[in-house]
């Protein structure tokens, strides 16, 4: 196996979702290749409980539902994925993520009505990236997020401990360097350190309050001093939107940037800000490789979660080549 991962890191979000469909194993298959260190699994339940690997509580927006199971929607129209067995959702065909007009989100990525693709469980998924860690000689870890952990256990389900005991059955907690687990909710992240004693590093997500995440959580403490003070007795680090940290250009074109960053990492917090997409760049940034020299080199973020694997996986090669670093 290859040594310990290098700092920082590249996390593939979503897989090498740039390329391929999100959160499915080809797009999985294509960020192992491409040299991402993490690999990104969002986790939801299905109705009889397994863990998939899903973005969205909805099955909609990446898959053909509706017109399968048109009659299924609850009374505000979305197809809930708990509200499906296993075996039901093997039978959709997961495409290209299409926004409520019906259209691709990213229209310049794989065409939305086309290819063979399926939602994978987690275990599969696991499965996947191991057997080409073996195969490859690499040790890629994964990156595991538990969505809507409260609309989870409205249903009767703890995705907490079933997303626990596949990593467990696949031998995870015996390698534990190789997993972080995040969350957008804080109460899920204390129950996992507190009272599942899990000795996975744990990352607290940060929404932008505007988001509505499934959670109590007030985002804009988490990003001051006293906030990131509590964050640091339960998490190993944080997981913030960009643009919490990069804030723009001034008049006179420089960056504007917040602390939260040097905040963080004063109190021994990584700082993994997502996500980073060379087909979506934030205002006052030119280039792909800009947004990465922004981040990697004035910043100093210790990871970021990218669509593009490759792009970052490369710049960073050639960064530790320039500096002379291993």
């Not at 290749?33 to 509580?57: N, R, S």
């Not at 990465?292 to 530790?320: C, K, M, N, S, W």
Request: hydrophobic fraction near 40%.
């Amino acid at each position: 196996m290859t040594a310990a991962v290098l700092s920082p890191i590249v996390i593939a979000h979503r897989g090498a979702s740039g390329y391929l469909p999100e959160h499915t194993l080809p797009a999985k298959a294509m960020a192992h290749a491409m040299g991402a260190d993490f690999i990104e699994q969002d986790v939801v339940l299905t109705k009889d409980g397994i863990p998939i690997v899903l973005h969205d509580i909805y099955l909609e927006s990446t898959t053909d539902v509706a017109q399968r199971f048109p009659t299924r929607a609850r009374a505000d129209g979305r197809f809930y994925a708990i509200d499906f067995s296993l075996a039901e959702v093997r039978s959709l065909r997961a495409h290209e993520r299409l926004g409520s007009d019906g259209k691709a989100v990213y229209p310049n990525r794989f065409p939305a009505d086309s290819g063979d693709f399926r939602v994978p469980t987690l275990a599969e998924e696991i499965d996947l990236i191991s057997g080409l860690n073996r195969s490859r000689k690499r040790s890629t870890g994964l990156y595991v997020e538990f969505k809507a952990p409260l609309l989870h256990r409205s249903e009767g389900h703890d995705i907490a401990v079933a997303v626990l005991q596949v990593l467990h059955a696949k031998g995870y907690d015996q390698r534990p360097e190789q997993v972080f687990l995040q969350c957008f909710d804080d109460v899920t992240l204390r129950y996992l350190r507190h009272d599942l004693n899990t000795v996975f590093p744990l990352i607290q997500l940060i929404a932008d309050p505007s988001w509505g995440e499934d959670s109590a959580v007030d985002y804009t403490f988490l990003q001051t001093a006293a906030g990131l003070d509590e964050v640091a007795r339960y998490a190993d680090g944080i997981g913030p939107w960009l643009q919490q940290i990069y804030l723009g250009r001034d008049a006179q074109g420089q960056a504007e940037l917040t602390e939260l960053v040097s905040l963080a990492q004063a109190r021994g917090l990584q700082v993994h800000p997502y996500t980073f997409r060379a087909d979506d760049l934030p205002a006052g940034i030119d280039s792909f490789t800009s947004l990465l020299a922004l981040f990697f080199d004035e910043i100093g973020v210790d990871g970021v979660f990218t669509d593009f694997p490759d792009l970052a996986h490369d710049y960073l090669q050639d960064l530790r080549r320039h500096r002379d670093l291993p």
